[in-house]
RNA sequence: GCUCCGGUAGUCUAGUGGCCAAGGAUAGAAGCCUCUCGAGCUUCUGACACGGGUUCAAAUCCCGUCCGGAGCACCA
């Protein structure tokens, strides 16, 4: 039964015992998320905003994936709208980023329809901060930030919000015009400086920048901040739900609010999660960046940066990252996972497929006396699957096993996985052919492949493959027996190199 | 400090007044199986933060307390 595949299985299941099947398992796949508010089929419009200053990562991967599994389950369009306004001094727009997002959304199988970039949009925003001007509910200030906050804090508002309607309109002319100089003055909506919130008191609108943008260069002086760009294009874009982390929900009432000024309908309805943690994880995209420039990290893929780009070198399928996320749904619980139960997952979907090779990491090498004379040892590709067919690991003199087993183990009978029981030593002794309940070790004779595995915090692990190894292609997943699944993602005629995904 | 949002087993999550003596996943333990420390199978451990209400009935509703998180950036 077991040598049949899983469908194989599920068939001669349904022939014996079909009730079986019926039985929704529960632990198959991720479980349905809730219904989304006020969605109807065929007519969801989502959308996706990825600020590009770096290839999106781990943590970034919740919102995207959820923006597509609703657009996927209702019908209806998704739109990648790139947030790249001009950002700050230490999150700078990147020109590569771009890319770097559409590849981790492509590999991530998420379905786009639409590709917008906010860059492009800075006029329209300019139009629609002009009928704020003409509604008298903006002001243009040239407090510096600091007076602003405390401001902000005291509940105090400053001279320039009682300015006439002209004032205003003129220093924002002023400041469309490159008159003022970075950070010198900022379009502010009027809430309401004693609002209970004190993050809710007349918030910034637009600001001067003077920096350089990829996309647009020094064109325009002032830029829109996230949730003014957002109530414009939300709007204007027809974007029907809202699904975002609840670290922006602040981000709603301002929307909400200009929805109110401007009068439009119909409005997105606004959906949240909570903030994702992982264990022991920092992510930052920013501090990565400046990690590869120092050349401490390998590039964007180093497995220490989690990104998406990093996980798919490490031979982590889509799928599985898409069931963890997806598994926590729409809870607005603060939550903090370990990459275990990432792994869990991956694993699921990666054992059946992984072949099985002996992988020795730091070689001790070893002379076996007494052995009779043998060509090769045949271990099976995959236990689960023997018709799958076997390996072939060739015999003598010298053998390798690795350091950590050998010292363990040293002076004890083990054995050979597959091969033979011996006395452990650098002369070690043979003892018998027989399969023994004693521990197993995997190893290498001659023909060893010089193999290097690229573990999650970027330690190098080196040491000797089997040389079947040696044929197989880059992409492959295979596992290393006792030590754990990893991709192939070099092979060159004397080495290989592998990165190591989780036990 | 202010505003908002949360608190179900170690970690996630299901649960929206009776079907919950709380389900699933993951982690942990034991056993079986297996020539891997992988997979599979079986069993077990383990939770409604606390205190008050409302109700015939509360994990589910209300209030308070405690704890956690986010926002209070001219970042997104």
């Known amino acids: 039964m077991n040598a049949l595949s899983s469908e194989g299985q599920k068939d001669a299941l349904a022939q014996i015992a079909p009730e079986l099947l019926e039985k929704p398992k529960g632990e198959t796949g991720p479980k349905e998320l809730p219904p989304l508010p006020g969605a109807e089929d065929g007519k969801v419009v989502g959308r996706l905003a990825p600020y590009p200053s770096g290839p999106l990562h781990i943590g970034n991967a919740r919102a995207f994936v959820l923006n597509d599994a609703y657009v996927k389950r209702y019908g209806g369009k998704l739109i990648l709208a790139f947030d790249d306004t001009i950002g700050s001094e230490e999150k700078p727009v990147l020109p590569e980023a771009y890319d770097q997002v559409k590849e981790g959304l492509d590999w991530l199988g998420i379905t786009y329809h639409d590709i917008v970039y906010k ?299 597959d091969f033979c029981n011996v006395v452990l030593d650098h002369r070690a002794t043979f003892v018998s052919l027989e399969n023994k309940d004693i521990p197993k070790v995997q190893w290498v004779s001659h023909g060893g492949v010089q193999t290097h595995v690229v573990m999650p915090t970027g330690f190098e692990s080196h040491g000797l493959a089997e040389p079947e190894v040696a044929s197989l292609k880059v992409d492959d997943v295979v596992q290393f027996e006792r030590v754990g699944f990893a991709r192939i993602d070099h092979v060159s005629h004397a080495e290989v190199r592998a990165y190591f995904a989780h036990r």
Not at 177 to 184: A, F, I, L, P, R
Not at 338 to 351: M, P, S
Not at 396 to 417: I, N, S, W
């Open 119 to 417: 860059s492009d949009r800075i006029p329209t925003h300019y139009e629609w901060a002009e009928k704020l001007l003409e509604l008298d509910a903006a002001y243009a200030c040239t407090c510096d930030a600091e007076t602003l906050r405390k401001n902000r804090e005291a509940g105090r508002a400053c001279e320039h919000r009682v300015q006439d309607a002209d004032e205003t309109i003129a220093m924002w002319k002023a400041m469309l015009d490159g008159e003022y100089e970075e950070g010198g003055a900022v379009l502010r909506l009027k809430t309401d400086m004693q609002d209970p919130n004190p993050a809710f008191r007349d918030r910034v609108l637009f600001r001067v920048s003077n920096r350089d943008h990829p996309r647009v260069g020094t064109r325009y002086h002032v830029w829109p901040m996230l949730e003014f760009s957002w109530a414009v294009d939300d709007h204007l874009l027809g974007v029907t739900h809202v699904i975002r982390g609840k670290d922006l929900v602040i981000e709603d009432q301002m929307e909400t609010r200009l929805w109110d000024l401007f009068q439009v309908q119909p409005r997105p309805a606004f959906v949240h999660f909570g903030i994702l943690r992982f264990k022991d994880l920092e992510l930052s995209k920013s501090r990565y960046r400046r990690e590869i420039a120092e050349g401490r990290l390998t590039g964007i893929d180093d497995p220490r940066t989690w990104s998406l780009q990093s996980l798919r070198r490490r031979g982590l399928r889509p799928a599985a990252l898409r069931d963890f996320v997806l598994d926590f749904g729409l809870s607005l619980n603060d939550i903090e996972v370990a990459a275990e139960t990432l792994y869990a997952e991956n694993r699921k979907l990666v054992d059946e497929h992984a072949n099985r090779y002996f992988f020795v990491p730091e070689p001790v090498t070893l002379e076996i006396h007494g052995l009779p004379p043998t060509e090769a040892a045949h271990p099976p590709l995959h236990p689960d699957f023997p018709g799958r067919g076997r390996r072939t690991v060739p015999v003598g003199p010298k053998f390798h096993v690795a350091k950590e087993d050998f010292e363990r183990f040293r002076g004890q009978e083990v054995r050979l996985k």
